[in-house]
T-cell receptor, first 111, second 117 residues
Framework: QKEVEQDPGPLSVPEGAIVSLNCTYSNSAFQYFMWYRQYSRKGPELLMYTYSSGNKEDGRFTAQVDKSSKYISLFIRDSQPSDSATYLCAMTKAAGNKLTFGGGTRVLVKP | GAVVSQHPSRVICKSGTSVKIECRSLDFQATTMFWYRQFPKQSLMLMATSNEGSKATYEQGVEKDKFLINHASLTLSTLTVTSAHPEDSSFYIC?????????????FGSGTQLSVL
């Protein structure tokens, strides 16, 4: 079993819809949680960075962490075709430790 | 945000040759750099961690004699794939951060697609 599980998709939504992404994990020691966006053949770009349980909002993006369920989510409101990419969750035990990535979910936002 | 430049973006080579990939931090001192490989539709797998001036720490299962990492300056790390074979074909990505920085300040290069014929 992988430490971090993420549905590979693809997840196809119409423009303007809410995109809902999630990851589950098995290691309760993870404390820091990140979401990255990766366009094809490019490096990942950090979208959200959260610590422990709770919600964080930044523009159209909302990240949620439920440590009791070992479940994290990312919501993208008012999705645009430019949001079409692969979204990777990542997590770590301490602030500067190496990251453990999920496999990524491919998202397609159709005009 | 900070910029990490990775070069080349794409390389095609013959089996048995060596390939060098460069990762540069353009506007900060990268005391720590990470090298990942990514197969199609799969996640990033950490290969090694390098701290400036020290030997790299390799993850389990990664051959250090095959994937040579040099981090001799605060702005440059290189990954050399020695005697490359078709199974080494992959997307290689570096990331960098400065000393004491959290992963919120971890920046990724744009990746190198290696194809070994």
């Amino acid at each position: 079993q992988k430490e971090v599980e993420q549905d590979p998709g693809p997840l196809s939504v119409p423009e303007g819809a809410i995109v809902s992404l999630n990851c589950t994990y098995s290691n309760s020691a993870f404390q820091y949680f990140m979401w990255y966006r990766q366009y094809s053949r490019k490096g990942p770009e950090l979208l959200m960075y959260t610590y422990s349980s709770g919600n964080k909002e930044d523009g159209r993006f909302t990240a949620q962490v439920d440590k009791s369920s070992k479940y994290i989510s990312l919501f993208i409101r008012d999705s645009q075709p430019s949001d079409s990419a692969t979204y990777l969750c990542a997590m770590t035990k301490a602030a500067g430790n190496k990251l453990t990535f999920g496999g990524g979910t491919r998202v397609l936002v159709k005009p | 945000g900070a910029v990490v430049s990775q070069h080349p973006s794409r390389v095609i080579c013959k089996s048995g040759t060596s390939v060098k990939i460069e990762c540069r931090s353009l506007d900060f001192q990268a005391t720590t750099m990470f090298w990942y490989r990514q197969f199609p539709k799969q996640s990033l797998m950490l290969m090694a961690t390098s701290n400036e001036g020290s030997k790299a720490t390799y993850e389990q299962g990664v051959e250090k004699d095959k994937f040579l990492i040099n981090h001799a300056s605060l702005t440059l790390s290189t990954l050399t794939v020695t005697s490359a074979h078709p199974e080494d074909s992959s997307f290689y990505i570096c990331s960098a951060r400065t000393q004491g920085a959290t992963n919120e300040k971890l920046f990724f290069g744009s990746g190198t697609q290696l194809s070994v014929l």
